[in-house]
C-alpha cells in the first residue's frame, strides 16, 4: 500500500508527494455493543474445542481510501479459510459509507472464515456487527486480539495489521474518526492483548507500508516474537495489494502442518518472506525480524551513537555517506549506513569502524529472513531515521523506546548541528 504521511512526523518525510495526511488521532475507544449474526461451524474453532495449531487474525482497517483493496484481500483470504489445524479470523471496518463492492454493509465485521471460492463476495458467517468503531484506537486492537485468543485457542498466536503504514510514527487510519495509530500504541495494544489472553503473540505482520524499522521492532520486542513487515512502501499503480502475508502463506502453512506434527513461528516468518518472491511486482523488500534480538541492536546502536558523537570525521563526510545510503521516502537502512562508514576512505576513525561493524553483526543477527528485487539493493531488512540534511529528531520521535533507552536521537541532534 501507498504509505502517507503521518501527523508530527520530521519535515524530510513530507516529501512524499500526492498522499493523503490523517486527522490528529482522537482516542475513541471501540463499541462494546456487538450484535451476534452468525456462529462458526461446529468442530471449526468454537469456544471450548480442542486448541488448534495456529490461530490467524487479519486486522483490516478499511475505513479509508483502501477500501477495496483491502476487501479483496479479506476475500481472497476467505479462499483459503480455516480447517482443521488452523483459525483464520477478520475484523475488517468500512466505515460509514462504503463502496458498493460485496453488499455495501457499512462499519465493523468480525468473522471467522470458512473456506469460501466466491471470489467477488465475503460470504463466511458474520460473528459481530460492531458497528461504528475506530480502528485505530490501540483498544480496539486489544479486542480483536482477546476475542480472538479467547474463543479460538491456539498453540501459536498471529495477527496481520492490514492498512497504511508510515513507519516509525505508526500504521492504521480510520477516516470517520480522524484515527491514526502511533506505534507505542501499537505496542501497548500487543501487551494489554497479550495480558488478557495470556499469552504473547508469536508473530505480527505488517501489510502496511514502510513498517521494518528498528524504532518499531523495538518499540514491540518484548509483545511479540517474530516481525514481518516491508522497509519500502508495497504497491505500486494504484495499491495492486499483495497477497503475502495473507492467502499463499496461509495455505502454505496449511500445508506444512499437514505433512508434519508442527511448524515453529520462526519457520512461519521466514516461509513467507520466501512466499513474498513471487511477488516482487508489488512488494519489493520484506524482512523477518527476531524480535528478541532486538536488545542487541538497540545495544549496538547505542554503542555506535556515542562514537557517532565523538568522532572527529567531519559532519559534511558524515553527511555525504547518510546521503548516498539506501533510502525509503528519508528513511535509511541502518545496515547499509553501517557498512558504508566501514568502506569509506574519508572515514579515519577506527574506533566508529569497529561499532559499525558491531551494529551490522547485530541487525544480521536480528534479521532472519529479507528479500528485494535489484532496484532495492543494499536492503538489509531494517530501516532507521536518518535524514539526509540537519534535522533535530522531533518530540514524538524522542518519545519511542529506542530513543529512551539509547543516545541514537542525542548522535541526531549532533549530526543536525
Known amino acids: 500500500m501507498t504509505q502517507i504521511q503521518p501527523a508530527g512526523h520530521s519535515p524530510y518525510f513530507e516529501r512524499a508527494q500526492g498522499m493523503p495526511a490523517p486527522q490528529a488521532h482522537e482516542n475513541e475507544g471501540a463499541s462494546c455493543d456487538t450484535v451476534s449474526l452468525g456462529e462458526a461451524p461446529p468442530d471449526d474453532g468454537t469456544p471450548g474445542v480442542e486448541k488448534k495449531k495456529w490461530t490467524v487474525m487479519l486486522y483490516s482497517a478499511a475505513d479509508n481510501n483502501l477500501e477495496d483493496a483491502l476487501l479483496q484481500d479479506a476475500i481472497d483470504l476467505e479462499s483459503v479459510g480455516s480447517d482443521k489445524n488452523t483459525n483464520v479470523l477478520l475484523q475488517l471496518d468500512r466505515g460509514k459509507n462504503p463502496s458498493s463492492m460485496s453488499g455495501a454493509w457499512p462499519g465493523c465485521h468480525r468473522y471467522f472464515l470458512n473456506n469460501d471460492s466466491d471470489g467477488k463476495n465475503l460470504n463466511s458467517p458474520v460473528l459481530n456487527d460492531m458497528g461504528q468503531v475506530n480502528m485505530a484506537d490501540p483498544k480496539t486492537l486489544t479486542d480483536f486480539i482477546s476475542w480472538g485468543m479467547k474463543n479460538y485457542p491456539a498453540e501459536h498466536y498471529m495477527v496481520i495489521i492490514s492498512d497504511h503504514g508510515g513507519g516509525?510514527?505508526?500504521?492504521?487510519?480510520?477516516?470517520?474518526?480522524?484515527?491514526?495509530?502511533?506505534?507505542?500504541?501499537?505496542?501497548?495494544?500487543?501487551?494489554?492483548?497479550?495480558?488478557?489472553?495470556?499469552?504473547?503473540?508469536?508473530?505480527?505482520?505488517?501489510?502496511?507500508?514502510?513498517?521494518?524499522?528498528?524504532?518499531?521492532?523495538?518499540?514491540?520486542?518484548?509483545?511479540?516474537?517474530?516481525?514481518?513487515?516491508?522497509?519500502?512502501?508495497?504497491?505500486?499503480?494504484?495499491?495492486?495489494?499483495?497477497?503475502?502475508?495473507?492467502?499463499?502463506?496461509?495455505?502454505?502453512?496449511?500445508?506444512?502442518?499437514?505433512?508434519?506434527?508442527?511448524?515453529?513461528?520462526?519457520?512461519?516468518?521466514?516461509?513467507?518472506?520466501?512466499?513474498a518472491e513471487g511477488f516482487q511486482h508489488s512488494l519489493s523488500t520484506l524482512s523477518a525480524v527476531d524480535l528478541s534480538k532486538m536488545k542487541d541492536v538497540a545495544a549496538a546502536t547505542d554503542a555506535f551513537a556515542d562514537k557517532l558523537m565523538a568522532t572527529a570525521t567531519p559532519r559534511e563526510t558524515l553527511r555525504n555517506i547518510i546521503k548516498s545510503t539506501k533510502s525509503w521516502y528519508g528513511f535509511k537502512d541502518q545496515f547499509d549506513f553501517a557498512e558504508r562508514i566501514i568502506n569509506s576512505k574519508d572515514v579515519k576513525d577506527e574506533e566508529l569502524k569497529t561499532a559499525a561493524k558491531s551494529m551490522m553483526e547485530a541487525i544480521g543477527t536480528a534479521v532472519i529472513a529479507e528479500q528485494h528485487t535489484a532496484a532495492h539493493k543494499g536492503a538489509h531488512g531494517l530501516t532507521i531515521e536518518l535524514p539526509s540534511y540537519p534535522s533535530a529528531p522531533s518530540d514524538e520521535y524522542k518519545e519511542l523506546k529506542l530513543s529512551q533507552d539509547t543516545k541514537w536521537d542525542e548522535a541526531l541532534g549532533k549530526l543536525s548541528s
Not at 193 to 200: D, L, P, S, T, V
Request: aromatic share 6%; charged share 30%; proline share 4%.
Open 168 to 275: 516509525w510514527p505508526g500504521a492504521v487510519e480510520d477516516d470517520s474518526h480522524g484515527g491514526w495509530m502511533k506505534t507505542r500504541d501499537i505496542n501497548k495494544a500487543l501487551e494489554d492483548a497479550a495480558k488478557e489472553g495470556g499469552q504473547k503473540l508469536d508473530i505480527v505482520g505488517f501489510d502496511a507500508c514502510l513498517m521494518a524499522t528498528s524504532e518499531v521492532g523495538y518499540e514491540l520486542k518484548d509483545s511479540a516474537g517474530f516481525m514481518v513487515a516491508s522497509e519500502n512502501t508495497e504497491g505500486a499503480d494504484g495499491w495492486p495489494y499483495p497477497q503475502i502475508l495473507t492467502q499463499k502463506s496461509l495455505r502454505n502453512l496449511q500445508r506444512a502442518l499437514r505433512e508434519k506434527l508442527d511448524i515453529t513461528p520462526e519457520e512461519v516468518a521466514k516461509k513467507i518472506i520466501k512466499d
